[in-house]
């Protein structure tokens, strides 16, 4: 967890409010939860960027709120680029938290030198866990990965207080071998082929034609 | 093959206009790799198929492409030297809609650096200018 980020009350709400927030470099952000108020606060655009680049989930806020807070929910601009705005919820130290956390993948599959290919089937899960001790990434090691064969969740090596929420059997990665596609198919497109047309029967096709 | 919807309800549709921003489609899913439109645009069925062949090649037997986008729209266009009117022209080719923010294709199981350098032959092919992006974090 990093350094505390400073926040400020946010009295003034609304749409025109939240622009101007974020043009002077701020971003909006909801505090909820333990049964307390809600309150809006707006966190310093720079400090937020390093935390979520960093991929951590909890934060330690001072100002306006003084706690350690999840973020719950995250919006994005069109184009993924900058945070819009962010929902925290408030957690204590001895509290089980239930997040979703990336599946990394580490080694490499001895089937890849027999022309397979690892496919990644699931990027991330939920686990259960306390709420200071989130991990950044669950690591799957695939050093033993031969062709044809499938690790799944059973097969991560889970930190110490993680559990999994998932079903066991879900399917992680897989290594295959990839059926070559014909590109000479690609290459004899039909210009002339049209799609069917839906509510026109075939005697009105046939009508159409002699027309 | 170019790809085209099996079944639609009209041949012919209206140009329209493209507003705004991708609100869906924007995130990558399936790969670890992105290419993002950062234009609004009409991306033709043998573009998609141009693009897919190109990073296709250069991925073979290694990672996997996903293709994010459909040509669900029709584009029509009257033949050279035919006079004014007579209706509108006959459907000539099947096109993608993107808007600024569209993940065009994924990719996974492969390095960052062979990505950028498997959609660097991509973005060649595109009609709209595009830009990598990473699996967002949250």
Not at chain 1, 67 to 83: E, R, T, Y
Not at chain 1, 175 to 189: G, K, L, P, Q
Not at chain 2, 76 to 103: C, D, F, N, Y
Request: aromatic share 4%.
């Amino acid at each position: 967890m990093s350094d505390a980020i400073q926040t400020e009350l946010r009295e003034q709400l609304g749409t025109a409010n939240t622009r101007r927030l974020r043009r002077a470099g701020q971003i909006p952000a909801n505090v909820y939860g333990h049964g307390e108020d809600n309150v809006n606060i707006s966190l310093p655009a720079e400090a937020i960027r390093s935390v979520v680049r960093a991929g951590s989930r909890v934060i330690e806020l001072s100002g306006a709120v003084d706690s350690n807070v999840l973020i719950s929910n995250c919006q994005w601009d069109a184009l993924g680029s900058s945070v819009l705005h962010m929902d925290l919820i408030r957690i204590s130290a001895d509290e089980v938290v239930e997040v979703s956390v990336s599946i990394e993948l580490r080694g490499s599959a001895p089937g890849t030198s027999a022309n397979g290919v690892v496919r990644h089937l699931l990027h991330e899960t939920m686990v259960a866990c306390p709420g200071l001790a989130i991990p950044e990434k669950l690591e799957m090691n695939i050093n033993s990965l031969e062709i044809d064969e499938t690790l799944t969740l059973a097969d991560i090596e889970l930190p110490e207080n993680v559990s999994l929420l998932s079903d066991p059997n879900t399917p992680v990665v897989t290594c295959v071998i990839v059926e070559e596609t014909d590109e000479e198919d690609a290459a004899s497109f039909d210009a002339a082929a049209e799609p069917e047309l839906i509510g026109q029967s075939d005697d009105d096709e046939e009508n159409d034609s002699e027309e | 093959m170019a790809l085209m919807p099996k079944r639609i309800k009209h041949r012919k549709v209206q140009r329209g206009r493209i507003k705004g921003d991708a609100t869906r489609g924007n995130t990558v899913v399936f790969g670890d790799f992105g290419l993002q439109s950062l234009e609004p645009g009409w991306v033709k069925a043998q573009t998609i198929e141009a693009g897919r062949i190109a990073a296709q090649q250069y991925i073979r037997g290694e990672g996997k492409l996903y293709v994010r986008m459909f040509p669900h729209r029709s584009i029509t266009s009257t033949p050279l030297e035919t006079r004014m009117g007579k209706g509108k022209g006959e459907p000539e080719a099947w096109v993608a809609t993107v808007k600024p923010g569209t993940i065009l294709y994924e990719i996974g199981g492969v390095s960052e650096q062979q990505a950028k350098i498997c959609f660097a032959r991509l973005a060649h092919k595109m009609p709209v200018k595009v830009r990598m992006v990473r699996r967002r974090p949250m």
